[in-house]
């Protein structure tokens, strides 16, 4: 096979690739919108079914609905998870192309390795988008429900001078502080802004470390304008060894530092109770 038509073949390859990679968000975007729209279809069935108790076949075409969307629910996770590995191939391969050298291009063994290491990076980046999105949104739900629950109180209050004849309705100015204040004991107590802030900045700094390593931006990356096929090969499979330890140092920081964060909390409360048992000790002794 000459260099021609080995370039060419090459190409043809790349454009493939680049049209199923093109094609692969709109493909997830009708499939969510179609999960969408049987979702809201499954729940106006049923609407109908509680407000005309006597059409049967709402029933069946609820039951239909519902079936239909978790079939397009497992069908919308399973291409995503293709989709997400297409791209990891992708970015690994990306890498290969900066090379001059064809042998290299297309006879690189660590291409494997590469994926590997860019999915156990694309793992840590996932679950800690996890992390920030559910700490952001108990955080934010906690602090609305204390600041809606304290500004109804005085409301509450002033109402219940009015004689409206609800019994239950005098309970209302007692129930709402009580679970304002354990709302606001929650907030305090656990650390959902802290872990939230600390997740955002280890997916910041994975994704940053990572193209750092899809690009070879920095020395310990780069290795394809090395001439030596024997030392770009070593030179490959060192980059890939300091990529893997970039990744846990970034990840065991986090983890020391919410370690940490416990034990200074622990203490706190351990100082504060033998503060409360040194104040009672000398009530006793003066009495």
Not at 53 to 82: C, D, H, M, R, V
Not at 119 to 142: F, G, M, N, P
Not at 198 to 203: D, E, G, K, L, P
Not at 263 to 287: L, W
Request: proline share 3%; hydrophobic share 40%.
């Amino acid at each position: 096979m000459t260099n021609s038509e080995r370039a060419s073949l090459t190409n043809i390859s790349n454009t493939d690739r680049k049209l199923s990679f093109s094609s692969s968000p709109n493909m997830l975007s009708t499939l969510k919108i179609a999960e969408y729209l049987f979702l809201a279809a499954f729940v106006y069935a049923i609407g109908i079914t509680k407000l005309f108790p006597g059409i049967e076949i709402a029933k069946i075409w609820a039951l239909a609905f519902i079936s239909i969307w978790f079939f397009l629910f497992l069908l919308n996770q399973k291409f995503l998870k293709t989709s997400n590995q297409s791209n990891l191939t992708q970015k690994a391969e990306l890498y290969n192309s900066l090379s001059a050298d064809h042998n290299f291009l297309e006879n690189n063994p660590l291409t494997p390795a590469r994926e590997k290491a860019l999915q156990y990076c694309h793992e840590l980046i996932e679950d800690y988008k996890k992390v920030r999105s559910s700490s952001r949104t108990i955080y934010y739900t906690l602090q609305l429900a204390t600041v809606i629950f304290s500004g109804i109180t005085p409301i509450l209050v002033l109402v219940d001078k009015l004689d409206i004849g609800i019994s239950w309705f005098k309970w209302l100015p007692v129930i709402f502080p009580a679970v304002a204040s354990i709302v606001a004991s929650i907030v305090t107590s656990f650390p959902f802004q802290e872990n939230s802030v600390a997740a955002n900045t280890s997916v910041e700094l994975l994704e940053a470390e990572q193209e750092k390593f899809i690009l070879g931006v920095t020395e310990s990356y780069r290795c394809y304008d090395i001439e030596d096929e024997t030392q770009r090969q070593l030179k490959a499979k060192q980059a890939i060894e300091n990529f893997i330890i970039q990744v846990n140092n970034i990840h065991l920081n986090q983890v020391q530092a919410s370690v940490q964060t416990k034990p200074s909390s622990q203490k706190t409360v351990t100082s504060t109770e033998a503060q409360s048992a040194e104040s009672n000790e000398g009530t006793v002794n003066a009495r």
